[in-house]
């Protein structure tokens, strides 16, 4: 039986709320979540981003917040909100506003990177529903700014990102400023002990959801894999993006890894000088620039994106269609955040990874910690021929965005379709011209080796996970 928002008991603001978002049913974690929260328990959730545990720890808080209808507290908020990166806090103020439209609640949101003055003065006055992240915060607390004696709600999103980002001591300080007396929501992707422990030092007797159990790797993703050398990742990347080399799926945003901020910069860079615009998002970028990115990233106008993993956390970002690990990440989790930044909101997505000959171990730990299957991609014919002669081109830059229709499932195979492989490696006009409809969707891995049998890209890997 399907469950809808209205039998979970949130009133009828909050409903009309989600009728202008068009939600009609709730999400898993959304139909565990809201009735223990609106009864005022404590919760500890554990469920990565695109689950839709922002409205599940959001719509139940508002309900609440409006029924106790306390005043806004000075220079102190009714409900706190903690996020590890500005851009989640970003989003989940933006939700927050979304969701409470019709409720009155002030919301309001500092992050670092931005004026002090500015978030000191737009608190001043209190707010309903605050989104920090917690340097900010305790920044303008430390300055008498800010108190959080008014906190009947603290919810801490992404609790191991913010330990894995170094706020452990913040989020010991803030414990002992928020009020005993409150209501504490806890979220975490996964649960190493020092989360564990974090949560008994926060909450009380939390009812417990789970929506997916600590790193697994994120349904209705097709994981794909190059063995390719450290040094022959670049041209592999560009081949892939300017369509000389194809790989299954339609690319609408293509979200790319590197472990670093620099390996970041130099992709773009790289890149840019083939006359493929990109941008990067680590934490060396300003917020503007950051802010700037994204919105191009959604608007699709710049549609490649690279990104640190501490940068991309918790964004959502619908329509990614491609996240690329450019390089692998050293702890297994962070695989399963990445590959969660595609296949959001019920879409299916794909993910590629390029693993090196030292990349291998992490390889290994990546599929021993998840449930991480792979379906193995041959590189290109000639490939180390092709690496030569891939260089910065200015006749023919390459298309990221390909925009024909899929072939639809069974059809006939349009003429020339899988037969890239074959094609000689320094094809002088790339991408669409010329290329008939449908050649994208069928993508040379129809023709590669273990693919053959499912006649389509991912074949191989949708029977694997409905036989799981
Ligand atoms: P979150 O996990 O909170 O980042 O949410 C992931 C995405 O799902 C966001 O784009 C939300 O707007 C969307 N979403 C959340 N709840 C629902 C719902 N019940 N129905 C449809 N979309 C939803």
């Known amino acids: 039986m399907t469950i809808t928002f ?26 565990q979540a809201i009735p223990p929260v609106l009864e005022g328990r404590d919760l500890l959730g554990i469920a990565q981003t695109g689950t839709g545990k922002t409205a599940a720890f959001m719509l139940p808080s508002i309900d609440r917040l409006r029924e106790s209808d306390n005043r806004i507290p000075f220079k102190s908020c009714r409900m706190l909100v903690l996020a590890p990166t500005r851009e989640l806090a970003a989003q989940i103020a933006m939700s927050a506003k979304d969701y409470g439209a019709l409720a009155g609640l002030k919301v309001q949101s500092i992050v ?27 920044d303008l607390i ?17 609790a191991d990102q913010m330990l894995d980002l170094g706020f452990i001591h913040a989020l010991r300080r803030i414990n002992d400023l928020v009020p005993k007396e409150r209501q504490t929501l806890f979220f975490s992707a996964t649960m ?38 450290a040094d022959e990742k670049q041209a592999l990347l560009e081949l892939i993006l300017s369509e000389r080399h194809q790989v299954p799926g339609k690319f609408e945003r293509v979200l790319i890894f590197t472990r670093t901020k620099h390996g970041a910069d130099r992709i773009v860079k790289k890149l840019s000088q083939m006359g493929v615009p990109a941008n990067a998002i680590h934490g060396n970028k300003s917020q503007p620039q950051r802010e700037r990115a994204l919105s191009e990233f959604k608007s699709a106008r710049t549609p ?8 991309a956390r918790g964004i959502d970002i619908p329509g990614v269609s491609h996240v690329i690990n450019f390089e692998l990440p050293n702890v297994p989790e962070q695989y399963v955040h990445r590959i969660g930044r595609t296949a959001r909101a019920g879409k299916d997505g794909i993910a590629i990874a390029f693993c090196a000959e030292d990349e291998r171990a992490y390889l290994k730990d990546i ?32 298309k990221p965005r390909q925009r024909v229709k899929p072939r639809p499932a069974g059809g006939p195979r ?55």
Do not use: W
């Open 142 to 158: 430390d300055q008498k700014a800010f108190n959080l004696s008014g906190v009947e709600v603290l919810v801490l999103d992404e």
């Open 367 to 398: 599929r021993k910690n998840t449930d991480a299957e792979f379906e193995r991609l041959a590189l290109p014919e000639n490939f180390r021929a092709v690496v030569e002669g891939v260089g910065p081109t200015k006749r023919e830059p390459p």
């Open 192 to 229: 190493p002990k020092a989360i564990k422990e974090l949560v008994s030092g926060y909450c009380n007797n939390p009812v417990q959801v789970s929506v997916t159990p600590a790193a697994t790797t994120a349904e209705r993703v097709d994981q794909y894999l190059f063995m390719v050398q």
């Open 112 to 138: 670092g990177g931005t004026s002090v003055n500015k978030d000191r003065n737009k608190l001043h006055r209190g707010t309903d529903i605050l989104v920090a992240t917690p340097g900010r915060l305790l």
């Open 414 to 468: 349009p003429q020339g379709e899988g037969e890239l492989r074959k094609a000689p490696p320094k094809r002088k006009h790339p991408g669409r011209k010329g290329k008939p409809q449908g050649a994208r969707a069928g993508s040379s891995a129809a023709g590669q080796p273990g693919d053959r049998s499912s006649g389509r890209p991912g074949g191989g890997n949708r029977r694997r996970r409905a036989a799981r």
């Open 6 to 31: 209205d039998k979970l008991g949130l009133s009828q603001p909050v409903l009309q709320a989600l009728d202008m978002k068009g939600y009609t049913e709730p999400t898993p974690i959304q139909a």
């Open 304 to 311: 490649i994106l690279v990104a640190t993993d501490v940068a």
